[in-house]
């Protein structure tokens, strides 16, 4: 998969957004961190599959999803050439608690200009192309994290009219949204973010190639590339050494199984580790999520979802809660 480089910033921005069939405006995608793995048994609710109504063993992933606090919102335009243009941004005095001069420089709000901007936006309500909101998370709430710098995103609002989400946009500035608002149990969601790093690999960990025979005239090394790369110029396929893993990444399709707000439902003997105890609101996966724990993951409605898929969460016999130490 490529590119096979370094990510850029350990909280990727959400490239490509979907259009869902929404009747009220909402947030399109949530920001969490990686607590760790578990498995629980469930009774298997998919029409069609060979468990269909039988108690199932499957993994799960837990990522703990303080609510975030809206700071700015953001209008765009259609440019001259059909891009999409910044036509003006409203921002709020963000909350003593959040710190967010951590991150960002002190934002000086004058109610007056913000009033005024609400009353062009209202009357430009025909140019107005996308609205999106600047959310802050609150790594102070999660019980795993030490840090007090929030993560800011850029997040998409969608559903209703545009009036409906401009209105919406102004009305959740410096105000807590819960992960609740923006997804619910039994729906699928892509995961985006950074994969764990490994460093500098060679080509037989990086890419699996077969390493050369021992007895093959060792002095010219068995862990070469040789004539697998063409003498003129290696293509862009041949394998190659160098960076392995801290790559951005997306995972299509993760079914939520659960949300919940009493972190001790999920958390095992002794906490997770190199996290700790789930002390605020949490999103139950099926499978695995890439990344080290403390990891932020942007959960986001698919872009692709499922043609046949069951919306309806499974229920959950069992979480094991034995110790992971």
Known sequence: MRPRKRAARMLPRVKSWPEPDLEAPRLLAFVGYKV?????????????????????????????????IPLGARFYTYGAAGELKTLT???????????????????????????????????????????????????????????????????????????????????????????????????YVDVIGVTKGKGFQGVIRRFGVREL?????????SRRIGARSPAIGALSTAPQPGQMGFHRRTEFNKWILSIGDNGYEVTPSGGFPHYGIVRSMYVLLMGSAFGPPKRPLVLRWPVRPPAKAVLEPPRIVHISLESKQ
């Open 89 to 187: 941004e409203v921002w709020t005095e963000p909350p003593r608690e959040l710190e967010a001069w951590r991150k960002i420089p002190t934002v000086s709000v004058d109610p007056r200009k913000n009033e005024h901007r609400s009353r062009e936006l209202l009357e430009q309500v025909d140019r107005i192309a996308q609205v999106s909101v600047l959310a802050a998370t609150q790594p102070r709430l999660a019980g795993g994290l030490s840090k007090k710098v929030p993560d800011i995103l850029e997040i998409r609002v969608w559903g209703g009219s545009v009036l409906d989400r401009v209105n919406y946009s102004l009305s959740v500035l410096g105000k807590p949204i819960a992960v609740t608002d923006v997804f619910s149990p039994g729906q």
């Open 213 to 221: 025979p021992r007895w093959h005239k060792h002095r010219k090394g």
């Open 36 to 68: 760790g793995m578990t498995h629980a048994i469930i009774v298997d609710n998919r029409p069609g599959s060979m468990t269909y109504g039988q108690e199932r063993a499957v993994p799960v992933t837990v990522v703990e999803t303080p609510p975030v």
